[in-house]
């Protein structure tokens, strides 16, 4: 947030990393989705059709994995990231103008449905709004259930000599039920609370090429804006 | 270029007409037809893999001892289950290994029971409940030969469920089953593979399902064969208990993940369609 180009009022919203990353989760889910719902509706005609495609259930598992890995990778850097941001740059990762959950969440939640009935006011809203941390922390706990349910079903030789074999029952069915809420949720209300509905359609472009504008900023996320102006001049903490 | 790999990429998708088409086209009917039992279609003998035999090969000793053959004129004749009344083990005298298997198996076994009961249930064919013999699985005047092993499998999945109820779906909703038969990998399992396919052993044995698991996992220790293949309540016996309960506990946790999915997935879209709905409702009163 600190750099502010006064000529075109434009602001960092999201590192290179953070753009990186974006991507490259968003091309591995949609891999894993693509390959794992295969897999599960095997009997439709579409996933025949991918089968067909890639060549075959093995290389949908192959396929499956090498996503999986992707998408894991990309959640290990973040967390290195995190680590680096904490303990070598000093960072918080709690703040108010983080992506940490806070009460006035839920705050902002009650009052965003209200909006929604009618009441013409909304929530002033920090740089991170209660749904888009919801869509973060969902990604980033939901990746590690289901890496963890995932190596389950890739190993399962050896996780069965440490717990039963009907834990891995147990994993496929957390595994297939957390992807369906998953896909339920990223490709209809992440997709539509951050790209489809009306005040921003068709495409929200500043998590691929990491600029937002003032005005934006100010309408969007009025909480971060009144942290910037009261901050005007000191370091700003630098958020996730 | 961009118009080239656009053409490209689009004529990419032509094969899978085909490929889908290869998928669905009907299997070879494997399971004996009942209404055809007495009446042989010669055209389909003749592509079969006894096309070449001529009749007497198999059906020569009808009178033979004390058997007697049937009087066509007869009121009863053709009215019995005609793959109950075939002396199977004229099989043996090509498929010895075969027939072997069998009678050291659980099917003979079953059916050794059944003809030891006054009531002569067992003419009544191979149905869930009763126990099969050869021609129950096998059609001896149209089953063809040298089928691949995605075929021989895909039938087999066919045939067994055709009693194994229960286990052809818990089969097809399982990994291995879903590769095989689904998406015709060939390095799945089908039926056969772990349950041999004239033994027919009912591997609850641990220790014979830890063998059968080790063919394809070698590494697999002993609580591997903990895994439950077929996830279904029913066909379990009385006696399983422990079966019982891992079953029931799968259902449980499969019922909660479904409730929460609900839940959330029910709450994001209502919030999600409320949320459009506001907006629009906002950008058409600014217009105006």
Same mark, same amino acid.
């Given at each position: 947030?600190?750099?502010?180009?006064?000529?075109?009022?434009?602001?960092?919203?999201?590192?290179?990393?953070?753009?990186? /990353?974006?991507?490259?989760?968003?091309?591995?889910?949609?891999?894993?989705?693509?390959?794992?719902?295969?897999?599960?509706?095997?009997?439709?005609?579409?996933?025949?059709?991918?089968?067909?495609?890639?060549?075959?259930?093995?290389?949908?598992?192959?396929?499956?994995?090498?996503?999986?890995?992707?998408?894991?990778?990309?959640?290990?850097?973040?967390?290195?990231?995190?680590?680096?941001?904490?303990?070598?740059?000093?960072?918080?990762?709690?703040?108010?103008?983080?992506?940490?959950?806070?009460?006035?969440?839920?705050? !902002?939640?009650?009052?965003?449905?209200?909006?929604?009935?009618?009441?013409?006011?909304?929530?002033?809203?920090?740089?991170?709004?209660?749904?888009?941390?919801?869509?973060?922390?969902?990604?980033?706990?939901?990746? #590690?259930?289901?890496?963890?349910?995932?190596?389950?079903?890739?190993?399962?030789?050896?996780?069965?000599?440490?717990?039963?074999?009907?834990?891995?029952?147990?994993?496929?069915?957390?595994?297939?039920?957390?992807?369906?809420?998953?896909?339920?949720?990223?490709?209809?209300?992440?997709?539509? *609370?951050?790209? /489809?509905?009306?005040?921003?359609?068709?495409?929200?472009?500043?998590?691929?090429?990491?600029?937002?504008?003032?005005?934006?900023?100010?309408?969007?996320?009025?909480?971060?804006?009144?942290?910037?102006?009261?901050?005007?001049?000191?370091?700003?903490?630098?958020?996730? | 270029?961009?118009?080239?790999?656009?053409?490209?990429?689009?004529?990419?998708?032509?094969?899978?007409?085909?490929?889908?088409?290869?998928?669905?086209?009907?299997?070879?009917?494997?399971?004996?037809?009942?209404? *055809?039992?007495?009446?042989?279609?010669?055209?389909?003998?003749? !592509? *079969?893999?006894?096309?070449?035999?001529?009749?007497?090969?198999?059906?020569?000793?009808?009178?033979?001892?004390?058997?007697?053959?049937?009087?066509?004129?007869?009121?009863?004749?053709?009215?019995?289950?005609?793959?109950?009344?075939?002396?199977?083990?004229?099989?043996?005298?090509?498929?010895?290994?075969?027939?072997? #298997?069998?009678?050291?198996?659980?099917?003979?076994?079953?059916?050794?029971?059944?003809?030891?009961?006054?009531?002569?249930?067992?003419?009544?064919?191979?149905?869930?409940? #009763?126990?099969?013999?050869?021609?129950?699985?096998?059609?001896?005047?149209?089953?063809?030969?040298?089928?691949?092993?995605?075929?021989?499998?895909?039938?087999?999945?066919?045939?067994?469920?055709?009693?194994?109820?229960?286990?052809?779906?818990?089969?097809?909703?399982?990994?291995?089953?879903?590769?095989?038969? #689904?998406?015709?990998?060939?390095?799945?399992?089908?039926?056969?593979?772990?349950?041999?396919?004239?033994?027919?052993?009912?591997?609850?044995?641990?220790?014979?399902?830890?063998?059968?698991?080790?063919?394809?996992?070698?590494?697999?220790?002993?609580?591997?064969?903990?895994?439950?293949?077929?996830?279904?309540?029913?066909?379990?016996?009385?006696?399983?208990?422990?079966?019982?309960?891992?079953?029931?506990?799968?259902?449980?946790?499969?019922?909660?993940?479904?409730?929460?999915?609900?839940?959330?997935?029910?709450?994001?879209?209502?919030?999600?369609?409320?949320?459009?709905?506001?907006?629009?409702?906002?950008?058409?009163?600014?217009?105006?």
């Amino acid at each position: 947030m600190a750099t502010h180009n006064p000529e075109k009022e434009t602001f960092v919203r999201f590192s290179v990393l953070q753009r990186f /990353l974006h991507l490259f989760t968003m091309l591995g889910f949609t891999g894993l989705a693509i390959t794992g719902f295969s897999l599960k509706f095997s009997s439709q005609w579409w996933a025949c059709g991918v089968a067909w495609f890639v060549g075959g259930a093995g290389h949908l598992a192959y396929l499956h994995r090498f996503c999986a890995v992707i998408t894991y990778g990309c959640v290990m850097v973040h967390v290195l990231w995190l680590l680096y941001f904490k303990f070598v740059l000093k960072g918080s990762l709690t703040g108010p103008q983080t992506l940490f959950p806070r009460g006035k969440d839920l705050r !902002d939640l009650v009052a965003h449905m209200k909006y929604f009935f009618g009441n013409p006011k909304l929530p002033e809203f920090n740089r991170f709004a209660y749904w888009e941390k919801f869509d973060y922390l969902a990604i980033f706990l939901g990746m #590690n259930t289901m890496g963890l349910t995932g190596l389950f079903l890739w190993f399962p030789e050896f996780f069965s000599t440490i717990l039963p074999g009907y834990f891995i029952n147990i994993a496929q069915v957390l595994h297939l039920y957390e992807a369906i809420i998953a896909v339920a949720l990223k490709f209809v209300v992440h997709l539509s *609370s951050a790209h /489809l509905r009306p005040e921003i359609f068709p495409v929200e472009k500043s998590i691929f090429n990491g600029r937002t504008t003032r005005e934006k900023i100010m309408k969007e996320h009025p909480g971060e804006w009144k942290a910037l102006m009261a901050a005007e001049g000191a370091v700003v903490e630098k958020p996730l | 270029m961009k118009k080239i790999i656009l053409v490209l990429w689009f004529f990419s998708f032509c094969g899978y007409p085909f490929a889908v088409s290869a998928k669905t086209q009907p299997r070879i009917p494997a399971i004996p037809e009942k209404e *055809s039992s007495w009446f042989v279609n010669l055209n389909r003998f003749a !592509d *079969s893999a006894h096309g070449t035999f001529s009749c007497e090969q198999c059906h020569a000793d009808m009178d033979k001892g004390d058997k007697v053959h049937p009087v066509s004129e007869s009121s009863t004749s053709l009215t019995k289950n005609a793959t109950r009344l075939y002396d199977y083990s004229r099989c043996k005298t090509c498929h010895r290994k075969s027939y072997e #298997n069998y009678i050291l198996g659980a099917h003979a076994r079953a059916l050794q029971k059944e003809k030891a009961k006054p009531d002569n249930q067992h003419l009544s064919g191979a149905e869930p409940g #009763n126990a099969p013999t050869c021609g129950d699985c096998h059609s001896a005047h149209y089953a063809r030969s040298h089928l691949s092993r995605l075929e021989t499998g895909r039938n087999a999945t066919e045939v067994c469920g055709s009693c194994h109820l229960a286990q052809k779906a818990s089969y097809l909703e399982n990994y291995h089953g879903k590769a095989a038969v #689904n998406l015709g990998n060939e390095r799945s399992a089908f039926c056969t593979d772990c349950h041999g396919a004239h033994q027919c052993v009912s591997l609850k044995d641990k220790e014979a399902a830890l063998t059968a698991c080790r063919r394809c996992h070698p590494e697999a220790g002993q609580g591997f064969a903990e895994f439950v293949i077929h996830v279904t309540p029913k066909e379990i016996a009385i006696d399983a208990k422990q079966k019982r309960e891992r079953v029931a506990l799968i259902r449980v946790i499969t019922a909660i993940m479904a409730i929460l999915a609900v839940l959330v997935v029910g709450f994001f879209y209502g919030h999600t369609f409320l949320w459009i709905l506001r907006e629009l409702h906002e950008r058409l009163r600014r217009h105006k």
